[in-house]
């Protein structure tokens, strides 16, 4: 089983970037796939989610308006299109899948984000 995030870097606030998760070794389209960040000092925050089925999207307040997640069943990807960026969006962001009925639970290995102000 394998995530990959990809598309991390250096950004001036206002711009963007786009994260990709890349999924191999399990049942993807089966998968809720989540994005995560954590920022030093603070805990693991839980930034935005795309369900299995029919993609439904829950958002965390600090990114509704400016972050877009959707997935590519075919390519096994879900991407994380970040808009409008704030150095305090600045974070390792992680990509998590999780199975059906919770059973399984895997994360990637994270790549980092830094917004300058």
């Known amino acids: 089983v394998q995530l990959v995030e990809s598309g991390g870097g250096l950004v001036q606030a206002g711009g963007s970037l786009r994260l990709s998760c890349a999924a191999s070794g399990f049942t993807f389209s089966s998968y809720a796939i989540r994005w995560f960040r954590q920022a030093p000092g603070k805990e693991r925050e839980l930034v935005a989610r795309?369900?299995?089925?029919?993609?439904?999207?829950n958002y965390a307040d600090s990114v509704k308006g400016r972050f877009t997640i959707s997935r590519d069943n075919a390519k096994n990807t879900v991407y994380l299109q970040m808009n409008s960026l704030k150095p305090e969006d600045t974070a390792v962001y992680y990509c998590?899948?999780?199975?059906?009925?919770?059973?399984?639970?895997?994360w990637g290995q994270g790549t980092q984000v830094t917004v300058s102000s």
């Open positions: 795309i369900h299995s089925a029919g993609g439904r999207t």
């Open positions: 998590n899948a999780l199975g059906p009925l919770y059973a399984n639970d895997y």
